[in-house]
């Protein structure tokens, strides 16, 4: 089966694997050499996928417990098929071996926190007689599911983000379908043969690969109840206008700070930040773009981020111990050395890297960045960190505020008065304190304000997403 995947990712619809509508030819994202021919549905076969979930989920009668043993089987699998895994998401993404095993490693662990919550879902207790004139009445919410989860994910983490829609949706009791991002249809189809190994009944999930296309047929579908999203703000604000009342949880663009003070442990923070900086090149939504530095430790925090960055290869991402691999496309490495171009053509010094060779675009730090500079408005999603110094803490605090987006910051400082005000004063989903913006944990409750999204991830979060409560009362039988 899985030889037969890797020549030909197919859809997974109505309990079997089955060919598409029409084929695309995948490209390894490093050598751009022909991978697999991915199966693409047409609208027929995404309407037979969602219906299909449909009726399996109306019918199926699995318990927390089973749903939690289904997923705690799950997660033991992954371990076990580590390599394999591995392999395709290298293949899909063009991440280093070490992001693509972190990469299966943080899913292991989403898979079973998402079987152990699956145990211990409840509604709550709803005191009804702390109202005037209530006598002999309780209440208390029922948490049941709510039928069929769309789940739309990214390229940037083919296994992890997928896991933390499809675990939580089946702890719930949902049936899943998946459209996974076009660009890593090989991961998509082994995470989908693994939840089939582990128990999980075929009718109760699906799997579509293909594009914009795609995704847009499973919008316009009528029964879908949730849809689960990660991706861009411009796609996902489309969803949010498409879905009508249905609910979603759409985690979104941004463009991280982090914001490193003079009285910081700077060693500590140079190390973190070069790692949050460009793991996966940067393709992470709450990756180090803006980097503030307090004027007097400046130069200092530029020696040891060059530091950081010496003898850390960048290319060919199979080769153990290369530091950044390829972006996702050409396309992508385009635009990104475009707006390196760009920043330094307006004046922005090229403090370290600003090479490239296919799609593999050296670790880049920039200096001297205007506040107006398209590498300070835009999110990059590539492997450049721009260095803005500031002189007091609350400018680099409110340049920090002044993106239409708000996911993560980090800030670095001995000083508990200075990281309390900034975690006060940022508007984002999340303040790190002496961490990155880049450094979540997957038991987190997850998700972004203003353009970075609504709804949260980490698995008893997302739990509560994905399931609708009806309250119940009860009076006394008898007068
Ligand atoms: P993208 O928005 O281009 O694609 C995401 C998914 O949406 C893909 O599966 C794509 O095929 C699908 N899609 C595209 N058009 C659609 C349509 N009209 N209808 C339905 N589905 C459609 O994003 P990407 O390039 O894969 O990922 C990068 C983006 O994701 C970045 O902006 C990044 O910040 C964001 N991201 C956010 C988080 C978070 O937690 N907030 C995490 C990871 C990535």
Redesign the pocket.
């Given at each position: 089966m899985t030889a037969q995947l890797m020549r030909s990712a197919l859809l997974f619809v109505d309990g079997d694997w089955r060919e598409g509508a029409s084929v695309e030819t995948l490209h390894d994202k490093f050598d751009g050499t022909p991978l697999a021919q991915v199966h693409v549905p047409d609208r027929g076969q995404v309407d037979r996928a969602v219906r299909a979930v449909a009726a399996a989920q109306a019918e199926s009668r699995l318990t927390g417990f089973e749903r939690g043993r289904i997923l705690m089987a799950a997660s033991a699998l992954m371990r076990e098929r580590r390599e394999r895994l591995v392999d395709t998401v290298v293949a899909d993404t063009g991440f280093t071996l070490t992001d693509a095993e972190r990469e299966i490693d943080r899913a292991t662990e989403t898979l079973q926190l998402c079987g152990e919550e699956a145990k211990r879902i409840t509604g709550r207790m709803v005191p009804v007689e702390g109202s005037p004139g209530v006598r002999g009445r309780i209440g208390f919410t029922l948490r049941k599911p709510l039928g069929v989860v769309c789940a739309?994910?990214?390229?940037?983490?083919p296994v992890n983000?997928v896991c933390h829609k499809i675990g939580p949706a089946i702890a719930a009791g949902n049936g899943v379908v998946l459209?996974?991002?076009?660009?890593t249809p090989l991961t998509a189809a082994l995470l989908v043969e693994l939840l089939l190994d582990a128990g999980l009944p075929e009718g109760l999930l699906a799997l579509l690969p293909?594009?914009?296309?795609?995704?847009?047929a499973?919008?316009e579908h009528p029964v879908p109840a949730f849809y689960a999203?990660?991706?861009?703000?411009?796609?996902?604000e489309?969803?949010a206008r498409?879905v009508g009342i249905r609910r979603t949880q759409?985690?979104?663009?941004?463009l991280a700070s982090t914001i490193v003070c003079a009285d910081a442990a700077l060693e500590t923070a140079a190390g973190l930040c070069v790692n949050a900086a460009f793991r996966k090149a940067g393709?992470?939504?709450?990756s180090v773009q803006r980097l503030y530095v307090q004027r007097g430790v400046l130069e200092e925090f530029g020696r040891l981020i060059a530091r950081g960055l010496a003898d850390r290869p960048a290319g060919d991402p199979r080769r153990p111990g290369t530091f950044v691999g390829p972006v996702?496309s050409p396309a992508?490495a385009d635009r990104i050395q475009s707006w390196v171009g760009e920043a330094v053509e307006q004046g922005a010094e090229l403090v370290h890297g600003g090479t490239r060779e296919g799609s593999v675009i050296t670790p880049t730090v920039l200096g001297n960045v205007a506040k107006t500079m398209t590498v300070m408005t835009n999110?990059i999603?590539g492997p450049v960190v721009v260095l803005r110094p500031f002189d007091h803490l609350a400018d680099a605090v409110a340049e920090a505020n002044d993106t239409p987006?708000g996911?993560a910051s980090g800030v670095f400082t001995a000083d508990l008065d200075s990281a309390l005000m900034v975690a006060g004063e940022l508007r984002v989903?999340t303040v790190h304190i002496n961490e990155t913006s880049s450094s979540r944990v997957d038991l987190m409750p997850?998700?972004?304000v203003k353009a970075?999204?609504t709804g949260l991830?980490g698995p008893r979060y997302a739990i509560e997403e994905m399931t609708e409560e009806t309250l119940v009362t009860v009076g006394p039988a008898r007068p």
């Open positions: 739309i994910t990214p390229f940037n983490a983000t459209k996974p991002a076009p660009e293909g594009g914009a296309d795609v995704g847009q499973l919008l999203f990660t991706g861009s703000t411009r796609v996902g489309h969803i498409s759409l985690e979104l663009g941004s393709q992470v939504c709450t996702i992508s999110e999603f987006f996911l989903g997850f998700g972004g970075s999204g991830e």
